[in-house]
Nanobody, 122 residues
Framework: DVQLLESGGGSVQPGESLRLSCTAS????????MYWVRQALGKGLELVGK????????YYADSVAGRFTISRDNAKSTVYLQMNQLKPEDTGVYYC???????????????RGQGTQVTVSS
């Protein structure tokens, strides 16, 4: 079974940093694009960023570009989200998501795990 386990969330003040991790199992992680998405209370899923399966190319939403960095360690089947200069509007539940099929840039939002809560507040 596909499993994605997110961790690393917490409560921080504006301007601080957090590093989220997502450990995957049950599929060929090294062949899959991986995505980070978030959901604020009462709102829908928002794509934060993504990383391809091969070259480590990344893409970020405008709202986080320059502050967030996605990386992956295929040997550990883990994808990371380094979040710097956090803002209150970054508050939400963060999920990692895998690609719908290998080598494909198409997120399978149903694959997300239980998520990890990030709260940014002074």
């Amino acid at each position: 079974d596909v499993q994605l386990l997110e961790s690393g969330g917490g409560s921080v003040q504006p301007g601080e940093s957090l590093r989220l991790s997502c450990t995957a199992s049950g599929f060929a992680f090294n062949l899959s694009w991986m995505y980070w998405v978030r959901q604020a209370l009462g709102k829908g899923l928002e794509l934060v960023g993504k990383i391809d399966n091969g070259y480590g190319n990344t893409y970020y939403a405008d709202s986080v570009a320059g502050r967030f960095t996605i990386s992956r360690d295929n040997a550990k089947s883990t994808v990371y989200l380094q979040m710097n200069q956090l803002k209150p509007e970054d508050t939400g539940v963060y999920y990692c998501v895998r690609g719908r099929s290998y080598y494909s840039d198409s997120a399978d939002f149903d694959s997300r795990g239980q998520g990890t809560q990030v709260t940014v507040s002074s």
